[in-house]
């Protein structure tokens, strides 16, 4: 069936560093596609979304590109925070609610 | 505008004892969801109510029940429950229709089971 398959973390990086954090699915079709960021001690927003191949969701300096020759949606932020520790959920929408990854914890040092 | 709120925060359970897990939202949202986070499994849904006066088995269905006791409220409830339902527990809702992927959610429950 669908799914969605995230890089394991945690990942560590020197605030300013540029980040990517990986997102493949695997589909019948080319359902959405979506980011969602969980800060500590609080539940899931909304990042950014791609609702068609070749589309580029963008947010708060942060950027992925549903890319269907590689199935891919690569989440991607030039210089991170330390305001960006947290952890980050790739998803796909079936249709009635979302299903996701299994999450990458983000930790920005000083 | 509080958004999504739930109650309890934090819940201690004996095994076989039962709770309601309480959740509320003030959007006017169609749709709410009820999804537990377990480390390294990220969020499985539990059930989902499309819209008032409807719910639906998610992927993890098992050991709970829901009540969509209005179109502000959600509960879920456990009626005896077990060390393997020790978990953070979340609320959200959306909108519905095509806009079911954009959901907010609430501050979660923290549940542990002895």
């Known amino acids: 069936g669908n799914s969605v398959t995230q890089m394991e973390g945690p990942v560590t990086l020197s605030e300013e560093a540029f980040l990517t954090i990986n997102c493949t699915y695997t589909a019948t079709g080319y359902p959405s596609l979506f980011w969602y960021v969980q800060y500590p001690g609080e539940g899931l927003q909304l990042l950014l979304k791609?609702?068609?191949?070749?589309d580029k969701g963008s947010n708060k300096g942060f950027e992925a590109t549903y890319r269907k020759e590689t199935t891919s949606f690569h989440l991607e932020k030039g210089s991170v925070q330390v305001s960006d520790s947290a952890v980050y959920f790739c998803?796909?929408?079936?249709?009635?609610?979302?299903?996701f990854g299994k999450g990458t914890s983000l930790l920005v040092t000083p | 505008n509080a958004g999504v709120t739930q109650t309890p925060k934090f819940q201690v359970l004996k095994t076989g004892q039962s709770m309601t897990l309480q959740c509320a939202q003030d959007?006017?949202?169609?749709?709410m969801y009820w999804y537990r986070q377990d480390p390294g499994m990220g969020l499985r849904l539990i059930y989902y109510s499309a819209s008032e006066g409807t719910t639906d088995k998610g992927e993890v269905p098992n050991g709970y029940n829901v009540s969509r006791l209005n179109k502000r409220e959600f509960s879920l409830r456990l009626e005896s429950a077990a060390p393997s339902q020790t978990s953070v527990y979340f609320c959200?809702?959306?909108?519905?229709?095509?806009?079911?992927?954009?959901?907010?959610f609430g501050p979660g429950t923290r549940l542990t089971v002895t």
């Open positions: 998803a796909w929408d079936p249709g009635y609610a979302l299903n």
């Open positions: 959200a809702s959306s909108k519905g229709g095509d806009r079911s992927y954009e959901q907010y």
């Open positions: 791609a609702t068609k191949a070749d």
């Open positions: 959007m006017n949202h169609n749709s």
